[in-house]
């Protein structure tokens, strides 16, 4: 019963981040007051589509599939269960009230009051609506993070205009989250990123209600954990050990969001700068990030912190890209002038590889703004149990697919098992090519694939495979970035070219071209394929 007495309210909240404006007026302004209109009308951008509420907010339904749940205590609601709980993505999204800060937002750039008036209305039918530890609002740790996260942001833009008698009832609601998440970190069910988001949370709630109860121990506990994940969490490479590129932009929003809330020392600012460095070299001269591994659509909040940006070389003026292989990643990226590949001879991610997709000795290929191999994306998560398996498997990839399985066997929609042993047998980079050659082994089968890079634009690749007796099919799939890049790879005369599927935005897919070679054969078996990229 603790938890739910009103605190004492000494001078608390303030700048969250002092001397953080806003940017100047211009088309942000515009785009702000644009997307505010809608939040007022109860139409919210959400993956990909519009989700229009009504004047009444739902807070616990999927509006999708018309789906709510009850104001049961948060560990009993089966929030993985989409047929009986509905899609807790859509509906977690909404109640991360990010869309708040956006109405704050406009407020300050444009002074209408209709902003403030429905930000104080969202957050009373919340409160009402979610109790204590009550539904699904309740039933994820880093959900509660990211909503307290917004709250807070609210505060330090508009939290002068909260009108006093509500702002009471605001605060002890605020506070009960910073009791949750003290109590509910993710050590031992999501010990990834989740753990980092709340972590990041909690020291900020500490410093947030400094000289309340328990701030100094939520304070002290977030950012001892945010030190001990720098360290378990990010390589000496600087990437994730959950092998998702989108996962780790998360992750350097949250270690940054730290650093400029908690100054944790040099040690910690060098691999921020790592992170940064790795993430520059992954993007290559379109700036565009590949998503290999798992992409949620979400972010951290609406306001990036990164501090870290690392060396980046230049030549006259431009900056340059330089070949590079990380090891504890296992992604070798290939690049010159601006043709930027990435092969990913990579294992699957840490503990249950729940952010992994299945692709490894996978290729993207880039030249410029033109993508010509692309990586599918994710789609989905617990929404479609068919979509979520095929986006993140072996099939969805630009490598080998034997007998139509994937490298690892799938454990429920967040975890693989069986995974493959993937070793790197040779990395050579030189102003003339660019060399990687790498195997994996999995259920018998070894397939072994040689990149060379031809500098400026021509890259070869030669697959391996070699396994158990008897006859197996054999594909050597690409999925393409456009219809055009078609004739950017020269492959055997009876390569077909057939429809896949790509999302560029979680909850949202298309068909897209696919070029495949298939074989029906003993092993071994060997493939051969060359593109031109400016052919």
Not at 226 to 250: A, H, K, N, P, W
Not at 371 to 379: N, S
Not at 392 to 410: M, Y
Not at 496 to 511: A, I, Q, Y
Request: with cysteine; glycine share 8%.
């Amino acid at each position: 019963m603790w938890l739910t007495a009103l605190p004492p309210a000494p001078r608390i909240g303030g700048d969250f981040i002092p001397g953080l404006q806003l940017p100047a007026p211009g088309e942000f302004a515009q785009e702000v007051a644009g997307l505010a209109e809608e939040i007022r009308s109860h139409r919210f951008p959400i993956f990909g589509t519009t989700i229009d509420t009504g004047p009444e907010i739902r807070w616990r339904r999927d509006y999708i599939r018309g789906i709510e749940t009850d104001l049961i205590y948060f560990r009993r609601v089966p929030y993985l269960n989409t047929p009986r709980a509905g899609d807790h993505k859509i509906i977690w999204e909404l109640n991360r009230h990010q869309h708040l800060v956006v109405l704050a937002q406009a407020y300050l750039l444009t002074g209408e009051s209709r902003n403030l008036d429905e930000i104080w209305a969202q957050l009373e039918s919340w409160i009402a609506g979610n109790p204590f530890h009550r539904g699904t609002n309740w039933a994820s740790a880093l959900e509660v993070a990211f909503r307290a996260l917004s709250w807070i942001w609210i505060d330090h833009y508009v939290g002068r205009e909260m009108p006093a008698t509500f702002r009471a009832r605001w605060l002890h609601m605020l506070y009960l989250h910073g009791c949750h998440l003290a109590n509910n970190l993710s050590f031992y069910y999501s010990p990834n990123n989740h753990l980092v988001g709340e972590a990041v949370v909690l020291h900020a709630l500490g410093l947030y209600f400094s000289g309340l109860p328990r701030a100094a121990h939520w304070e002290q506990l977030g950012a001892r954990v945010m030190r001990e994940q720098m360290d378990r969490q990010i390589r000496d490479d600087g990437s994730s050990f959950e092998q998702s590129t989108y996962y780790q932009v998360y992750l350097l929003d949250m270690f940054s969001l730290h650093e400029a809330l908690g100054s944790p020392g040099p040690g910690y600012r060098a691999k921020l700068t790592q992170m940064a460095e790795f993430l520059h070299a992954i993007a290559g001269p379109s700036g565009r990030l590949p998503l290999l591994g798992d992409d949620d659509g979400g972010c951290l909040s609406l306001i990036p912190i990164r501090r870290a940006l690392g060396p980046i070389k230049r030549r006259r003026g431009q900056m340059i890209w330089q070949s590079k292989l990380f090891p504890d990643a296992g992604l070798a990226v290939m690049t010159c002038g601006d043709t930027h590949a990435i092969v990913d001879a990579g294992s699957f991610g840490a503990l249950h590889a729940g952010h992994s997709h299945s692709d490894t000795l996978s290729i993207v290929v880039r030249s410029g703004g033109a993508e010509i191999l692309i990586d599918p994306g994710t789609y989905t998560y617990t929404g479609e149990p068919e979509w979520r398996d095929w986006f993140r498997g072996t099939q969805a990839h630009n490598t080998i697919c034997i007998d139509g399985r994937d490298q690892a066997v799938a454990a429920g929609p967040f975890g693989w098992n069986t995974k493959p042993d993937v070793r790197i047998l040779e990395w050579r980079t030189n102003n003339e090519n660019d060399i990687l050659e790498a195997e994996c082994r999995y259920a018998g089968f070894t397939h072994r694939r040689r990149v060379e890079f031809r500098k400026p634009d021509v890259f070869l690749i030669t697959d391996h495979v070699s396994g158990p007796p008897g006859s197996h099919d054999v594909e050597q799939l690409w999925h393409l970035g456009s219809p055009e890049a078609r004739a950017k790879l020269i492959l055997p005369e009876d390569a077909e070219l057939t429809e896949s599927w790509r999302s560029t935005m979680f909850g949202e897919k298309f068909l897209a071209p696919m070029l495949r070679v298939r074989r029906r054969s003993e092993l071994p078996l060997r493939f051969e394929a060359r593109i031109e990229v400016h052919r």
